[in-house]
């Protein structure tokens, strides 16, 4: 008996419509798996691409922080001098330190907190030393000048720990 005989007509458009059907889900289940696929590359691009814009945003906030630092430090010394209020020598004073504070601050939004706390320490002590220079208090200048001095040694080692930190990280994932 050779194939198709005994079958009739409706029989026969069954099975081809079978057959078609079997090859339809066959081919949806494949544009599923192909969507699936896509969207799984897709997302890890996208993570991957967040992780170097986040280490991006990183990278430039430490290095304001530490421009502003070093700034800010070229007008410290033992002995400050004091400074008119409303002069340009003043002036330049506090832009320098409020480039601090928001270097700070930037730290803070990116929860980089290590760096967070080594920075306010910084500002922190900037600060009490200038008020204190202006006040031609020159021991406890001189005091805050030595906390001013080793709270700029730790920052940079600080710094560079929180970038190894974020690699380390983007490296376990």
């Not at 691409?49 to 421009?67: G, N, P, S, Y």
């Not at 910084?122 to 406890?140: E, I, K, Q, R």
């Not at 700029?152 to 490296?171: H, I, Y």
Request: include cysteine; proline fraction near 1%.
């Amino acid at each position: 008996m050779a194939l198709g005989e005994g079958l009739t007509q409706g029989q026969a458009t069954i099975i081809a419509a079978a057959i078609a059907l079997g090859a339809a889900t066959i081919a949806f289940l494949g544009i599923l798996v192909k969507a699936r696929s896509d969207r799984a590359l897709h997302q890890a691009t996208l993570a991957e691409d967040r992780a170097v814009q986040h280490r991006q945003q990183v990278t430039e906030a430490l290095l304001f922080a530490l421009e502003a630092m070093n700034r800010a430090a070229e007008l410290v010394s033992s002995s400050n001098p004091i400074v008119e209020r409303g002069s340009d020598a003043y002036r330049d004073r506090d832009s320098r330190y409020y480039a601090c504070v928001s270097a700070t601050l930037k730290l803070q939004v990116l929860g980089l907190e290590d760096a967070y706390t080594a920075m306010t320490e910084f500002t922190g002590w900037l600060g009490v030393h200038w008020v204190l220079a202006d006040m031609a208090d020159a021991t406890s200048s001189r005091d805050t000048f030595g906390k001013i001095v080793r709270a700029k040694e730790s920052l940079s080692q600080t710094f560079s720990s929180t970038l190894a930190q974020l690699d380390r990280r983007a490296m376990q994932r």
